[in-house]
């Protein structure tokens, strides 16, 4: 099909033509980059976090005076978490994933250097916080009895006689951790210093376990340690316990609760913090989910517009254009090289408009990337913009381009 | 004439109702888009103690160690207990106030009421004046009570709602993690937006429930809730973080000084007291004192969400799109008319009655688009309250936004309308008579 005359026509009327490029320009910048932040968003929400979700529930309690032993309180909540049915392990932890409550510490390689080498989301737990998290090892061992030492994660000591605690021997690692801190090698049997330098012997790496918060770094999400302690009650403590039965998991908080409440009464459960791990993690990306909502809102809402506006603008082109149309019908033209024509057309506005659109997208990336940290925005974008945008202006100028092909060739002999 | 314009553009609107229909709405979805976002913005954006907050400054002092230390850097944002403490003995400013979170359990003197947590705030006397917290009974504690560790309380509207049914409950008892409190006064409803006092914890919550003395706290032992830093080993003293010598920042520090004269010589006094601290060895670090009033302070944390500036910019772009949108349609009307135009002019109507004619039009458009635009941002403001973020709940349109999403309305659709206008407008009579 010839389209010179197509273009001919779109320059007689450069206003309307310029505008209705502009507006799909601007709508196709505004949903490249809307899809690219929603894109973004899906990917964070689906980052694993290392732990057995579907079988965690978390319990965190407060009150109670923690009395001359904090030590012995802390193990014996442990063990009653032990006997609640349908729970196979139960601990004590500083940290939940996608908890309430961040603690992070610095990690070096030597116990002299001035600045840490990462910063490190620090999970700390007796025996069973493991085998509670469902953590999953790649490298090197589990921690062996005798190296767990008690603990206070208050940083006040509850009894003044009490020496000075035993310092803790060895950590776990993320393999993301192990990665960075050892790039060619093996971390197991390596040593690392956290906690006021305290030398830590690497004594295994797990896959992964995310921080309990992230800090906008997603390649920190993974950065994690897991360290030997047992912890002392100091008068608010979290437990994690795992559940065999995941429809049990209400049963169990519930359970753990009030054997929590037995041990002393005049404890309280904070209940916006004892949840499914599940729940948290919903909880924890409410925002992003509200996010991504809305910005699919505004990309549907300006999609609508701009096939509102192409059916508009299309459909006052056909009524101006009829009687031209009925000539060419009278000569000849069939139904068909009408409808094509307006097609052609739209073609082209879009084509002209997404091309205009591609720039400005990038622009508007630029300003995104130094405003608020986003990475460049992949190409793989632009031609899925264009591809809806041509298919909406497609579906947008068929309404009136039929009209304009059912325009009986009789009009033209008409008087005008 | 003004009427007769609008009649006109009334009856020209109804001759096409669908492309009327379609302006009308893209202005709505542009507008309702932007007041809704805009209204959320100007809620966390504003300014939590208008005509104060010029006067009240937040301290920053840097106490921390030489391990991972680096010129130039912003000092350690709250303070220690020691410094705190020294700067409120010392009480240069016309007031001050030192500041943080804390948790107590609260027993209800009330049977069938179970114990519960709350949060608190540890402060010194000067925190109700400073900040125009006001009460609806009883007074704030004194100076003096500060000084003797007084078992004193001042607690929220809504604490008192729960425990005494709304009555005057001064005088009362309140039971705090086991330690008996007099209520001292109870304060009406405050909600200051952002809680600009504290920024460390949530930035949109509400103040706490119980309010003593810092001073008592520490004699009691309270816990503390909120954030902390510590460089160095607290395992030594029983009071751990919160020791007078802790190597600890928790604390926040308000100074109010009412004229710029007297900030600068508060400045020069903290620029003094750092440099006497690290010459006692007690800063390792060089000084490095801020001063920021209330407004600096919340710009420097950012405290308008990004989520939320990132959505006012795409509001902004989408009500250009719609504009764009509407300046197309508008184009394509005006000069489908242009026979009825080219008529009009023959018959004497001059380029600048067509003109305001057409803005006319475009006006009465803009006026539909706005009160659809407003039903549009009251339902967006409804949306966004169901967010579960804490300044959600606070999103409600004032005044102020209705009058500017009219104006917003107007504004934009006569923009968008000029340009059609002035084509429609450049109609020459006689072409179109002859073509007719």
């Not at chain 1, 052609?344 to 608020?372: D, H, K, P, Q, V």
């Amino acid at each position: 099909m010839d389209m010179r005359p197509i273009v001919s026509t779109l320059f007689r009327h450069k206003t309307t033509t310029a505008l209705i490029v502009l507006q799909i320009a601007l709508c196709c910048a505004i949903v490249c980059n809307v899809l690219f932040l929603i894109g973004q968003r899906l990917e964070r929400m689906q980052r694993p976090s290392g732990v057995d979700e579907s079988r965690i529930v978390t319990v965190q309690i407060a009150g109670g005076a923690p009395g001359s032993d904090a030590a012995a309180i802390g193990r014996s909540d442990e063990a009653a978490l032990r006997e609640v049915p349908g729970v196979s392990a139960a601990a004590a932890t500083t940290l939940v994933p996608f908890g309430n409550g961040a603690w992070n510490n610095g990690l070096s390689l030597s116990a002299d250097q001035p600045q840490p080498n990462l910063s490190a989301s620090t999970y700390m737990g007796g025996e069973q916080l493991f085998d509670a998290l469902g953590l999953k090892l790649v490298a090197g061992r589990r921690f062996l009895p005798e190296e767990f030492v008690d603990w206070d994660p208050s940083g006040q000591s509850a009894s003044k006689q009490d020496a000075q605690p035993a310092a803790i021997p060895a950590a776990i690692l993320t393999r993301a951790v192990a990665q960075r801190l050892f790039p060619d090698g093996e971390a197991v049997g390596k040593t690392v210093y956290a906690l006021d330098k305290t030398p830590l012997r690497v004594v295994g790496v797990v896959e992964r376990l995310a921080r309990s918060r992230d800090n906008n770094d997603p390649a920190a999400y993974d950065y994690a340690m897991l360290l030997p302690a047992k912890l002392a009650y100091t008068g608010i403590a979290k437990y994690v316990l795992k559940v065999d039965d995941p429809s049990q998991r209400q049963r169990a908080i519930d359970a753990a609760a009030a054997a929590l409440l037995r041990i002393d009464p005049s404890r309280v459960v904070i209940e916006e913090n004892s949840k499914t791990l599940q729940q948290l993690r919903e909880d924890y990306y409410q925002q992003d989910r509200a996010m991504s909502l809305l910005l699919g809102a505004v990309c549907a809402g300006l999609l609508v517009v701009t096939a509102l506006g192409i059916v508009g603008l299309a459909s006052f082109w056909v009524q101006q254009r009829t009687r031209q149309i009925g000539v060419r019908r009278a000569l000849g033209a069939t139904r068909r090289q009408i409808l094509r024509y307006f097609q052609t057309e739209n073609f082209l506005l879009t084509s002209a408009g997404i091309g205009l659109g591609m720039l400005l997208a990038y622009a508007l990336n630029l300003g995104l990337m130094s405003a608020y940290e986003l990475p460049r925005l992949p190409l793989a974008y632009l031609p899925f913009g264009a591809l809806c945008l041509w298919s909406l202006g497609q579906a947008a100028v068929l309404w009136p381009a039929r009209r304009a092909a059912s325009v009986p060739p009789a009009l033209a002999t008409r008087a005008a | 004439m003004f009427a007769y314009s609008l009649r006109m553009a009334v009856h020209s609107l109804k001759r096409n109702r669908a492309l009327t229909a379609l302006m009308v709405l893209a202005l709505a979805l542009g507008i309702g888009a932007c007041m809704t976002t805009l209204t959320v913005f100007r809620i966390l954006s504003g300014d939590p103690l208008p005509g104060r907050s010029q006067n009240l400054y937040y301290v920053q002092l840097d106490a921390g160690s030489l391990d991972g230390y680096a010129p130039g850097r912003e000092p350690q944002t709250m303070l220690t207990r020691y410094d705190a403490q020294a700067l409120l003995r010392e009480a240069r400013a016309d007031r001050q106030a030192l500041m943080t979170a804390g948790r107590v359990s609260i027993q209800p003197e009330r049977s069938g009421l179970h114990s519960f947590l709350s949060n608190a705030r540890y402060a010194s006397a000067d925190f109700f004046p400073m900040f125009d917290a006001p009460l609806r009974y009883g007074r704030a504690w004194s100076a003096g009570e500060d000084a003797q560790r007084a078992r004193v309380a001042v607690i929220s509207a809504q604490l008192n709602d729960k425990l005494f049914g709304g009555a005057d409950s001064v005088g009362r008892g309140l039971i705090l993690d086991g330690h008996s409190f007099r209520i001292v006064g109870v304060l009406a409803p405050w909600r200051p937006v952002p809680k600009f006092y504290d920024l460390s914890g949530d930035q949109f919550g509400e103040p706490e429930q119980v309010l003593l003395p810092f001073s008592t706290s520490r004699d009691l032992s309270l816990a503390l809730n909120g954030n902390s830093v510590c460089w160095g080993d607290t395992g030594g003293d029983p009071e751990g973080r919160a020791a007078l010598n802790a190597p600890c920042v928790y604390l926040q520090y308000w100074a109010q000084l009412d004229t710029p004269e007297r900030a600068q010589a508060y400045q020069r006094y903290l620029d003094d007291y750092s440099a006497q601290q690290h010459a006692a060895g007690r800063f390792p670090r060089p000084g490095n004192v801020r001063l920021r009033d209330v407004n600096e302070w919340l710009q420097f944390n950012q405290v308008v969400p990004s989520d939320v500036r990132l959505q006012a910019w795409l509001a902004l772009g989408f009500l250009l799109a719609c504009l764009v949108n509407t300046v197309g349609l508008l184009l394509a009307k005006f000069l489908r008319r242009g026979g009825e135009i080219g008529l009009r002019r023959a018959l004497g109507a001059s380029r600048r009655q067509i003109f305001l004619h057409c803005l006319a039009e475009v006006g009465v458009i803009g006026l539909a688009g706005g009160a659809l635009g407003l039903l549009l941002t009251l339902l967006g403001l409804w949306l966004v309250r169901q967010q579960p973020e804490r300044y959600a709940q606070l999103a409600e349109l004032d005044v102020g936004m209705l009058a500017a999403t009219f104006a917003l309305a107007l504004i934009a659709s006569l923009l968008a309308g000029v340009l059609p206008a002035w084509r429609a407008m450049q109609v020459a009579p006689a072409i179109q008579l002859k073509t007719q």
